[in-house]
């Protein structure tokens, strides 16, 4: 319990992400950066719009206007291939409808999204399959009996990390993750942690989308409240407060109270 929260505390470098007036049905001119190797918390209440801004990001739901730079090149999410193309990644919440192919096993869920790292000659590498595969059962202390077990046979919380995997494989730039360590007890929730910490090393940018306000605070160097599609409220981790997070969502938080981006 004591290292439930085991944050890194680096300096995160220049903006990898750049957002600026976000706009569609569910937005409403959103605007943030986000810095390489920095943890940005987003959170507010059910329908606050947490879960359209991480769909608009990943060209899962259209923007206009608005615009989107990752290191600094303009990006035009039209569709989810296009933004995992620009270094855009997104492990939503529900793992069952868009995260993982339940029938498919642990090793094809796990290399599905790189498999040019695979290729020798032109067929895929069953030895480097493998040996991949097993480096982030290790890394991610994910169990299972083998990796040609199904993943809908795994228990929830290895599913989410068999989900969380595919996407660090990729090398992504920024990775978006909603609610990623729900419905987890502590070991495995600090497994998740440790893994976004080496991904913090390299100098991804992580977006976490979370209402466990504790978990933010614990894992975050800032946090965003949405609130009705807009964001009302940008704390850094030094001022952050689990009352002026809450207040800040209800709308009854003065504006004075948030630090500036």
Known sequence: VKDRYPKIYGEPKEDVLLVSHLTNQYLHDISFSLKKGEILGVTGLKGSGKTSLARALFGLDPVEPGSIYVDGKRVIPKNTQNAVNSGISFVPAD??????????????????????????????????KRQTVAEYKEMLGIRYHSELEQVQNLSGGNQKKVMLSKWILRKTKVMIMNEPTSSMDIASKVDIYNCINEMVLKGVGIILISTEIPELLGMCDRIIV???????????????TQELIMHAALGIAPAENSASM
Request: aromatic share 6%; net charge positive; proline share 0%.
């Open 95 to 128: 793992r069952f409808d868009k995260g993982l192919a339940l029938c498919a096993s642990v090793a094809n869920n796990t290399v599905i999204t790189n498999l040019e790292h695979l290729i020798k000659t032109i067929f895929i590498s069953d030895q480097k």
């Open 226 to 240: 949405l609130r009705k599609a807009r964001i009302v409220a940008t704390f850094d981790r030094k001022h952050a």
